[in-house]
């Protein structure tokens, strides 16, 4: 499998020795073999030219504290005799001078800065160990000798109190006390193997449960003809005994080391021309990525990017930036039993359930949907029917009041209009039903009072406000008189209704 990069920074014109990313993540800097130490933009992916720095010497390593206050750069000519260390204060752009006596350092290789950001430590070719107050400038302890040579990495437990100390191309392992200036432990020797074969940048690492992470060959499995190691070896930090199984699948020396801020994942490099990418606790290899001659490389602050250069002479001295598949992420909670992404990123709004809230069709327009048209006003028609309004009107009360039937729906409209008829009927069974009188020629009034018809109901509709007048009779056997006499009064039409 193959990388993808998202970034390329281009610039330097020798190796990249040292790579570190500021605390935000969107700017990095680099160290070179080309005497320069720069900064970069990640986002608009250029160097910002304005902060440069050009030294005398080859750059072997810098560091920016966890705070983002401070940035180190240390410089040496190999020999050991022009080392110098230079703490910027980032915020003022005042620069220090740690070792302002001008003595030589013994050719400094590696650095690191304690967690609280106070402390500074040095290790160098000649195995001497120092440590400044970045606070004061002043220097606090050292030189600590190794008795396995050169130093290759020094690393500060969490708390600033132990000082792990990785030597001779990592085939010695020590830890000393910072505050007594003693040694606790060690485990391993050194060897006179070719310095050419190991060319790393802080390959130990404190994890969060405070054991130690580093490459490493214990002396047992130590081959006389190719002394260099090819594991990477947890360690209980007290007694430097290794904890569980070693991460081994490298074929050649492991050059580069990365470990990530929640230290669920950790990468490797290595000159068999591989980036891997592990499962800490699992000790499960999630994946291999073909790079040649992969150098230094580093994890962003969230564990979402690897950040590498490439150690060759080509003229090609990048730096590439690539984003780490979702799927290594994902495997990270599958191979663990815990969560698939890094705590980081588990607080950001991408994984974050969204709240539910009311959609504003003026603001999502993507969300939009069309509102329901309004129903129309109920408009009664002048030429409907009486009897029509009447049914209407007599099914409107039966729905408030008639209790439903056995066997019947109880929905009063889901009655045909016979059957309701009949209910009313029989519920009014007690009504008198009145008489058919004619009596063409008299008052509709007279007439009611004449059959004993009841008086005027309120609840029925008069036919004079719906009816229109009555049309010519075209019935001979019908009498008209009866016909045109509609005077508009209750019982003076034969269509009405009485129950």
């Avoid at 022009?82 to 752009?93: L, P, W």
């Avoid at 490493?216 to 090819?230: G, M, R």
């Avoid at 039903?433 to 009034?445: E, F, N, T, Y």
């Avoid at 005027?456 to 009555?470: G, N, Q």
Wanted: proline share 8%; glycine share 6%; charged share 25%.
């Amino acid at each position: 499998m193959i990388l993808t990069p998202v970034v390329t920074l281009r610039g330097h014109r020798n190796i990249v020795r040292s790579l570190d990313y500021f605390p935000d993540g969107k700017r990095m800097i680099s160290g070179s073999f080309d005497k320069t130490s720069r900064q970069w933009d990640l986002q608009a992916g250029m160097e910002l030219e304005e902060v440069r720095d050009i030294c005398d010497d080859e750059v072997r390593a810098v560091a920016v504290s966890r705070n983002g206050r401070w940035v180190i750069t240390v410089t040496n000519n190999h020999d050991g005799d022009s080392d110098q260390v230079k703490a910027c204060e980032v915020e003022t752009g005042i620069v220090r001078i740690l070792n302002k006596d001008g003595l030589p350092l013994g050719g400094l290789e590696c650095i690191d800065i304690s967690a609280d950001n106070t402390l500074l430590t040095s290790g160098s070719m000649d195995g001497t160990v120092r440590i400044w107050n970045l606070d004061t400038g002043k220097f606090v302890a050292g030189p600590l000798g190794t008795e396995a040579g050169r130093v290759d990495a020094v690393r500060f437990s969490q708390d600033s109190n132990k000082l792990a100390v990785v030597s001779v191309f990592g085939n010695c392992l020590e830890v000393w006390d910072v505050k007594t200036r003693k040694l606790d432990r060690r485990v391993g020797k050194g060897t006179d193997a070719d310095r050419r074969r190991l060319i790393c940048d802080r390959p130990v690492f404190w994890t969060n449960k405070g054991t130690i992470l580093a490459v490493f060959c214990p002396p047992e499995n130590l081959p006389e003809d190719d002394p260099v190691p090819k594991a990477i070896y947890e360690f209980d930090a007290s007694t430097l005994e290794p904890v569980g199984a070693p991460f081994q699948r490298h074929i050649e020396v492991i050059s580069g080391l990365a470990l990530s801020s929640d230290g669920a994942l950790f990468a490797s490099a290595s000159g068999d021309n591989t980036i891997k990418f592990w499962a800490f606790e699992s000790r499960q290899l999630l994946a291999s990525f073909d790079v040649i001659n992969p150098f230094t490389i580093i994890l962003s602050p969230v564990s979402t990017q690897l950040a590498y250069a490439t150690y060759t002479y080509t003229g090609a001295y990048e730096i590439i930036i690539c984003d780490i598949p979702p799927d290594i992420l994902s495997n990270i909670g599958t191979a663990q039993g815990q969560s698939a992404l890094p705590k980081d990123l588990l607080k950001a709004d991408a994984t974050r359930r969204r709240a539910r809230v009311r959609c504003d069709p003026a603001a999502s327009p993507s969300m939009f949907v069309p509102p329901r048209p309004p129903r129309p006003l109920l408009i009664r028609d002048p030429q409907q029917s009486a009897l029509v309004r009447l049914l209407r009107k007599l099914l409107r009360r039966s729905s408030r009041t008639d209790p439903p039937l056995d066997n019947q729906p109880c929905d009063p409209r889901d009655f045909p209009a016979p059957s309701l008829l009949r209910m009313t009927a029989q519920r009014r069974l007690d009504h008198a039903v009145p008489s058919i009188v004619d009596v063409p020629l008299a008052q509709g009034r007279e007439r009611n009072a004449v059959a004993g018809a009841p008086k005027d109901d309120e609840d029925l509709v008069p036919a004079e406000y719906t009816d229109d007048p009555p049309a010519a009779n075209t019935n001979p056997r019908q009498p008209t008189a009866a016909m045109r006499n509609n005077t508009g009064q209750h019982g003076s039409s034969r269509l009405c209704f009485c129950f």
